[in-house]
């Protein structure tokens, strides 16, 4: 098992202005860590402003100016610096974009999944490197020469996904790829990734469909108010017994009552010095209160959660 992906204890954080002159810190990702092996797709899910998108970000290198980041991506063993993230964007971790509006509306798709050419010949190459990759995902030749507004939603979502996959990446990060999509392209979708995983290749699936990552991933990450709280098998999600954390057993529970949708619920905004369930949890005990608990590994899992450690905090 070859470990592609490995953040560890990342942090993003914005400066708020507020009254004037007056400043706070808003934390979106507090200390969230996370792997992707090869041939191993990795859901993360959480509700809509959890962080996601940001997360993706900080992997490929293109978190706004205004957001300050800690805590460490790696790539296959290396510690990324920003500087490789700009190198290797594009080549070995690619990303699939959450809209359409990444595609530059005034460019025939085909031209800019090309991207620069040195010469005719190189262009000669890689275009028929992309209509091959675009073929392999159903789109014909007419799509080539359309503009972005003109593709429906599956066909946009299978361009985003060609594009990304021309320089045939090692890892791949997807950002929502289902909303907005017909069942039957929900379904191609979920096929697409599976496939890549078979071929050998990572998947970060970012998603806030309960659904599609029971079926697509090999592993979830469920994310609450900008913790991980519990990695768990997708296969474990679909029962409330064999998950750990009181919250995803809550969220499992409440899920045919919701139609089995994650809702936004209440997820605290402001950090507290304790648990970020604690207010919610039923079974929160006086160490709850103020400390805060770390990842706890737990066999090939991971919980978030004083419960799991005896009552004593002693891991980083
Ligand atoms: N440039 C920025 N400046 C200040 N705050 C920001 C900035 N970008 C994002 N945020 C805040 O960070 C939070 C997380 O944003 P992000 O886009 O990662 O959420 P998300 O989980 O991807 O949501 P969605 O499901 O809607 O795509 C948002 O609540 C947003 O307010
Ligand atoms: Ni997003």
Redesign the pocket.
């Known amino acids: 098992m070859v470990e592609l992906l490995d953040v560890s204890n990342l942090s993003i954080s914005?400066t708020q202005y507020v009254q004037g002159l007056q400043q706070r810190e808003?934390k979106?990702i507090s200390d969230l860590s996370l792997d992707v092996n090869e041939g191993e797709v990795v859901a993360i899910l959480?509700s809509?402003?959890?962080?996601?998108?940001?997360l993706a970000h900080a992997i490929l290198g293109i978190l706004?100016e205004?957001?300050a980041c800690s805590g460490d991506i790696s790539f296959k063993g290396k510690v990324l610096t920003e500087e490789d993230k700009k190198e290797i964007r594009g080549k070995s971790i690619c990303l699939i974009p959450?809209s359409v509006n990444y595609l530059d509306p005034l460019m025939k798709v085909s031209q800019q999944a090309i991207g620069k050419t040195k010469d005719e010949e190189d262009y000669k190459h890689k275009k028929s490197h992309q209509r091959e990759v675009f073929l392999k995902y159903g789109l014909d030749e007419s799509v080539d020469n359309m503009y972005p507004f003109e593709l429906s939603g599956g066909m946009a979502r299978k361009v985003l996904l060609s594009t990304a996959l021309l320089s045939n990446p090692e890892l791949l990060v997807a950002d929502?790829p289902t909303p907005g999509l017909d069942d039957k392209s929900v379904e191609e979708t979920i096929n697409d990734i599976k496939k890549l995983a078979e071929e050998g290749k990572g998947v970060l699936l970012i998603t806030?469909d309960i659904e599609v990552a029971i079926r697509t991933a090999n592993r979830i990450a469920i994310f609450y108010s900008g913790y991980v709280i519990e990695i768990n098998q997708a296969e474990n999600f679909k029962n409330a017994d064999t998950l750990m954390h009181p919250y995803s057993k809550a969220l499992i529970d409440s899920l045919p009552d919701n139609g089995f949708k994650l809702t936004e619920g209440t997820q605290p905004l402001n950090d507290n010095k304790g648990c970020i369930y604690y207010k919610n949890c039923l079974l929160r005990k006086d160490i709850c209160k103020d400390t805060k608990p770390s990842l706890h590994k737990i066999g090939d899992s991971k919980v978030r959660c004083h419960l799991y450690n005896g009552g004593l905090d002693d891991e980083t």
């Open positions: 914005f808003l979106v959480g809509s402003g959890s962080g996601k998108s940001l706004p205004n957001a959450q929502e806030h």
